[in-house]
């Protein structure tokens, strides 16, 4: 296996928040109905946590397990592990109808962190901040692209393509400028 590489080598902006790419991270696109036999001890498996609810996300250390969609969920782990974590999705799901991608290297990751991190992102995304509570997750866009985002701690962290993530680094970074570095 190749080495692997962020989208943007671990670039980083301190502003009013700190805002910094993270990863690589293992990510895997499992598209499955709820309740397939066999998904809950997948998850368990790989992930380590339950199934989400809707629009929630389930985090357990350096894992984690987030609600896509009704028939999808995105699966967070090492980067190293997500061969070993197929392996095991598609030997505890044999016989069901799913999908399993490994979607890493087509997605970036954003942490934003400080205590005003929801004023980075509602700069963004048309998200009411003041309702989106811990361990919730919402996809939206953030200005123009798709992202999926989450509050974790004193901060949130937000997932978009690769492909996009110079745009999407220079929206949070802006967002993130104190008044003097704007000028």
């Known amino acids: 296996m190749s080495e692997s ?3 943007l080598g671990g670039a980083s902006f301190d502003g009013f928040v700190a805002v910094r790419e993270i990863g690589p991270l293992g990510m895997i696109s499992l598209r499955v109905k709820p309740g397939v036999a066999g998904l809950d001890r ?3 498996e790989v992930v380590g ?5 809707q629009r929630r996300i389930e985090v357990l250390g350096d894992r984690a397990v987030a609600w896509m969609s ?3 969920l995105l699966l967070i782990l090492p980067y190293r592990d997500t061969e070993t974590a197929m392996a095991t999705i598609g030997s505890m799901l044999a016989g069901q109808h799913h999908l399993a991608a490994v979607v890493s ?11 005003k991190a929801d004023q980075v992102i509602a700069k963004l995304c048309p998200v009411d901040m003041d309702r989106l ?11 123009q692209v798709a992202a999926a985002f989450w509050r ?5 962290t937000l997932v978009c393509f690769r492909s996009v993530a110079p745009y999407v680094m220079g929206l949070l970074k802006h967002s993130a ?7």
């Open 5 to 7: 590489v962020s989208a």
């Open 42 to 44: 997948a998850i368990r």
């Open 49 to 53: 946590t339950g199934v989400p609810a």
């Open 70 to 72: 009704p028939d999808e």
């Open 105 to 115: 290297d087509a997605r970036a990751v954003f942490r934003i962190e400080g205590a």
């Open 133 to 143: 509570a811990e361990g919730e997750v919402r996809r939206t866009r953030a200005a």
């Open 152 to 156: 974790q701690g004193e901060g949130v």
């Open 177 to 183: 400028m104190v008044g003097s570095e704007l000028e």
